[in-house]
């Protein structure tokens, strides 16, 4: 064998070496447990999801999936520990369209960039936004709430779960629809202290995620005015959408996925795909998720490459109304 073919057997060797370590011990993944950043504040609506999916992937993976709330900056805080932390899969971000959509645009300097730093892993389910008002708000459908916050709007005040949320993204998005970009945007730590603030009469409106705001309307603390999708939401058939009402084409909801760092390997980020969607199928999972507004993500739509895409394009359709509206961070 000549010197520069054993040259490169030597090259081959070493590198199979070091290479073939790796890949056994992503086929083993995982060997312990596993962190799930929550980005956000426990007990809100991403919380719920994120444990009760946790709960059942843990049975799944042989693993503990341990749930870590990390909240901050619109939910960036947390998910930037995932793309600036290892890439050996043992730490994973459930996101959603504020932390991989809004903030890019939200955000003067995001913390990451949603559409290269992650590695995609599934999409889980979308949830509709709601608009629910303090229970003596003068309207009680969309026409008379569009007509008195175009009235009133410089003493109005709306609610989120803090910037960048999917709440905040829901009400931004509908003032910019019906021109009434005057009304004060009051943030809080989560959807918990906010909703409270509606019931209490501190705050005007908000545009709920179905699940957190279930509870208080069937309990008549707050009004809701509206479904944000195009469909009604199965968790409250009787309520019409903002479509039906006469804002032609609305749509505002949330969706949930998981991304891990951008570098992990793609055997992890198969085998938590395939765990993720065997978890989303089980019976006791899929109807604790359906009961709190949420619509799973068909077969169609759990892959990366789909994930991928979504990111890239809700970048695209939010980018519009936030720069029109002039919020910024």
């Known amino acids: 064998m000549s010197f520069t073919r054993r040259t490169m057997a030597a090259f081959a060797a070493a590198a199979f070496s070091v290479l073939a370590p790796a890949a056994a011990s992503a086929q083993a993944w995982p060997t312990r447990p596993v962190t799930m950043i929550i980005p956000f504040a426990a007990g809100g609506p991403t919380d719920v999801l994120g444990r009760i999916m946790a709960e059942r992937m843990s049975q799944i993976l ?126 809080y730590r989560g959807s918990a202290p906010a909703i409270q603030d509606v019931i209490g009469g501190r705050v005007d ?55 891990f760092h951008k570098d992990t390997p793609p055997a992890i980020v198969e085998r938590l795909r395939a765990a993720t969607v065997e978890a989303m199928d089980d019976p006791a999972v899929k109807q604790r998720l359906e009961g709190l507004g949420a619509i799973m993500a068909t077969p169609d739509r759990r892959g990366p490459a789909y994930l991928a895409n979504l990111v890239r394009s809700e970048i695209a359709k939010w980018a519009g109304p936030i720069r029109a509206s002039g919020v910024s961070q």
């Not at 890439?87 to 003067?108: C, E, I, M, P, W």
């Not at 599934?122 to 229970?135: D, F, G, N, S």
């Open 205 to 259: 409106y908000m545009c709920e995620i179905s699940s957190t705001a279930m509870p208080h309307i069937q309990g008549n603390a707050v009004k809701a005015l509206a479904t944000l999708t195009a469909a009604r939401s199965t968790v409250f058939p009787n309520l019409q959408t903002a479509q039906e009402q006469g804002l032609q084409g609305f749509e505002a909801y949330t969706w949930n996925a998981f991304f």
């Open 62 to 187: 042989g693993q503990q999936v341990v749930v870590e709330n990390v909240g901050g900056a619109g939910g960036m805080t947390g998910t930037a520990r995932v793309s600036r932390g290892a890439a050996d899969g043992y730490s994973f971000v459930l996101g959603t369209v504020g932390t991989h959509a809004v903030n890019q645009t939200l955000y003067k300097e995001p913390l990451y960039n949603a559409a290269t730093d992650f590695a995609p892993v599934t999409l889980i389910a979308e949830v509709p936004l709601i608009l629910i008002t303090r229970k003596d708000f003068p309207a009680t459908n969309l026409q008379e709430f569009i007509a008195y916050v175009k009235a009133n709007q410089a003493k109005l005040q709306f609610a989120s779960a803090g910037a960048g949320s999917a709440v905040h993204l829901g009400c931004l998005y509908l003032n910019s629809v019906i021109g009434t970009n005057d009304v004060t945007h009051v943030p």
